[in-house]
């Protein structure tokens, strides 16, 4: 069994941007019941399938599986809800850890979001100086909520 372990924290300024080149991410939800995600994800020239179960703190089950493109971007073109969630994503070590921080384009542009994943939810990290505010109990700030109602929308 795969559990996520995570934190998610805004990014309060720029100084991230030298430590990492960005890869574009395209993905979108299968509509679902009880609180399991289901996305479908492309990075590059790659193709995901991800369930996700309900969070319990910062827990949450998830398997995720390798598909190929073209299912990968049938998928989000005709049985994902729209919007898709576009967004570049650098990769950043810091500490002993390595914090992934995406960037979102089209209607959730202007929102840069850094996550940390952990191997237990006690786990100390060392937070880098470019970190804002945490919002891992934020449930807006889920990708599959920024689908819903994207952050260009909030008021």
């Known amino acids: 069994m795969a559990v996520e372990i995570e934190r998610k924290f805004l990014v309060k300024n720029n100084a991230w941007r030298s430590l990492a080149t960005g890869c574009l991410y395209r993905q979108g939800y299968l509509p679902s019941q009880n609180l399991t995600t289901i996305r479908v994800r492309t990075v590059g020239d790659r193709g995901y399938l991800t369930i996700k179960g309900k969070n319990t703190g910062m827990s949450r089950l998830e398997f995720e599986y390798e598909i190929p ?3 990968a971007n049938q998928l989000l073109e005709t049985l994902c809800q729209m ?4 967004k570049y994503r650098y990769c950043i070590a810091w500490g002993n850890h390595t914090w992934e921080v995406d960037e979102f384009l089209g209607q959730n542009q202007g929102l840069i979001l850094a996550e940390v994943e952990l191997k237990h939810e006690t786990e100390a990290i060392a937070i880098p100086d470019w970190i804002g505010q945490e919002v891992t109990g934020d ?6 909520n920024l689908a819903k109602i994207p952050y260009s929308q909030w008021e």
């Open 139 to 144: 449930r807006r700030y889920y990708n599959v």
């Open 69 to 71: 493109l073209a299912d």
């Open 83 to 86: 919007p898709l969630i576009e």
